[in-house]
């Protein structure tokens, strides 16, 4: 019987890969049109090179599509899957500061001004690639991005065919949360100030999600009303679509559809348009059926390697080999994880001294990805010195830490696993790849992967030693090990909250996407340990991988 279940969890995270690879392939499949981008770079005034993609098309159209903030064009692949198969032109960018391209952002409304001269800058480098005239091109942008089309086209002295503005931040109303990024009252803003039905004098178009807190279905209205509404003689529409919130509504299939249809019409391509945001729609099934392979995959796998190691003693042998050595041991569970949750607080006054000391780097910062670095590596660093001195409550004995690499601990289950670790990794990127985000840090990301994945070490070394340390006592349990894993996830549960609390419904979306990278992370970190019976290959895979994918999703602040 025993046999015969362990066979059936080998299936099941077989099927796991099968789900993910079968998964990818059709969504890379689906962006056939896209596979011919040319990669082109060009500075802004300031002297940032900035990187695009540009996609020619058949057809005398083309649109511009800019991504939101804190993101990059990856993200807008959605979009641009669609209209490309449209036959436009299209032509993505990123800002400063996010994505593959250079300098840094600042919280300030000086940098949305520049943003928007750098879209007048993309414009004309894309009249130069397409041979298209303004009149033959529609701006797009999400967020951010949106504000920026609209902030460009009131500067523009000849201007695009229209605008499609997707969430768009610009508040007539105060926001808390808008204002903080912009670093400024859009009520103050002389370009905002001078918006009216025949500013920006082109035809306009604004989406945005009935559950946006970014722009409110109140704030969307008052921005169409100042627009001239049906008063205006350009076209000014606004639609507003149910249960949509701000971080979702770049993947909407029916928004989307809205944005394609609108921008054949308004160019004169056709009368009456029917097209719809298929790719958009087999995106988003497939990314939930990918999702749920790549946790099937190591989650099954961990069970079924668990059950083939107690059947053929495994873990006894290396019971027998750690028992020759100063043992450390969890003698009393309840006290153990009362005072783990306690010494995330401990681990506060060391948090910040580490993320203080990253702001004397003269480079740009990666503000939104200090979380992570902060909370697992203080932790982790404050946990290793108490397991030093054996002072964890709840434990007996001492941490004894051996640098010396045995040479007879290389064997073929380190070379398996290994192996599965970039495996997993590269699973990851292409998932991230097609259309979330980029996870390739080529530029000074790169040094950030190297400095956060060394200080995240210390925690990812603590879990696996206390997942081990529960595995040789009688508290050895999966629920145990659940536990284990939530107490070490409870400051990013806090973070979720705090945001709920403050009314940040995006800010907590985007809290709890990194709550599942993280899950991702930690079970296929122990499996990668049940694979190798040594911690060390999935310590490092965890530390990296988690920096990986966080990276690239934010911006790169200014500090100096």
Known sequence: MKFENSRKELYLALTGIILT???????????????????????????????GEYQPGTQNAGIIILEGFSTDLMAMRSINSEFSSLGFHTFAFDFSGQGRSGGTLGFDNAATDRLAKQVLQAKEKFKSLSGLNDSQIILLGHSMGARVALQSATMDTN?????????????????????????????????????????????????????????????????????????????????????????????????????????VETLGLESNPQYYATQALIRKIFWVIALLGLFMTPIFGAKYLTSVNKNFGEHEKEREKNDKEPHLNINNLKRFYQYKLLLWLAAIPIAILLLSLFFFIPIGLPIFSLFYVGFIGSYGLLMVILYYKGKVPGTAGKLSINFKMDTKQIDKKLGISISISIGFIILCSLFFNSGINYVFPLNMRLVWLSIFTLLTIPGFFIGQMEAYLLKETRYSSRKNQIWLWLIGLIPFFLISILFAALGSVSGMIGSIHGIIILVFVIVSGSFIAEVSQKPIVAIVYQSFLIQLLVLTQGALFGIF
Not at 21 to 50: E, K, P
Not at 174 to 197: K, M, R
Not at 235 to 247: A, D, K, Q, S, W
Request: glycine share 6%.
């Open 21 to 51: 690879i079968s998964s990818l392939v059709i969504i890379y499949a689906g962006d056939m049109s896209l596979f011919n981008s040319q990669y082109i770079t060009f500075q802004d005034s300031n002297g940032d090179n900035l990187f």
């Open 159 to 263: 201007n695009v065919s229209g605008l499609i503005l997707i969430g768009c931040q610009v508040n007539l109303i105060p926001n808390v949360q808008a204002g903080f990024f912009t670093g400024v009252s859009d009520l103050n803003l002389e370009w905002v100030q001078n918006l009216s039905l025949t500013t920006p004098p082109v035809d306009i178009l604004l989406l945005s999600g009935a559950l946006d807190d970014i722009i409110t279905p109140e704030a969307a209205n008052l921005l169409y009303e100042k627009l001239g509404a049906k008063t205006s003689p350009y076209i000014r529409e606004l639609e507003i679509y149910p249960l949509l919130f701000h971080n979702y509504e770049i993947y909407s299939p029916p928004l989307i559809t809205k944005s394609m249809n609108w921008a």
